[in-house]
């Protein structure tokens, strides 16, 4: 099983970028999907998360109307659209899938974890 995270990079702030998870290895629309993150010194956290069909989705409060999960489970493949980007997101993020519920904001839900992309924005 892999996740591959992908998109990250160095942004001014203002600024947009699109996260993509790639995953191989399981049946993506059995999976939830999770985007997380962590800070440089910061306890990795939740995110976004969206369910097996696309149906449902959550996020953290401060991302909410600048974020936006999304998933094309043809092609295996979830995102995070990111737009309004402060320096606050600068962040490792992780997607992470989960076979137990049909979404959830907790890391511990999570079955498989991609590696993580850079996300630095600059002020």
């Known amino acids: 099983v892999q996740l591959q995270a992908s998109g990250g990079g160095l942004v001014q702030a203002g600024g947009s970028l699109r996260l993509a998870c790639t995953s191989s290895?399981?049946?993506?629309?059995?999976?939830?999907l999770g985007w997380f993150r962590q800070a440089p010194g910061k306890e990795r956290e939740f995110v976004a998360t969206i369910s097996w069909l696309g149906d449902r989705d959550y996020y953290l409060d401060s991302v909410k109307g600048r974020f936006t999960i999304s998933r094309d489970n043809a092609k295996n493949t979830g995102y995070l659209q990111m737009n309004n980007l402060s320096p606050e997101d600068t962040a490792v993020y992780y997607c992470a899938a989960s076979g137990g519920v049909s979404s959830s904001r907790s890391q511990r839900e999570y079955d498989y974890w991609g590696q993580g992309t850079l996300v630095t924005v600059s002020s």
């Open positions: 290895g399981i049946t993506f629309e059995d999976y939830a």
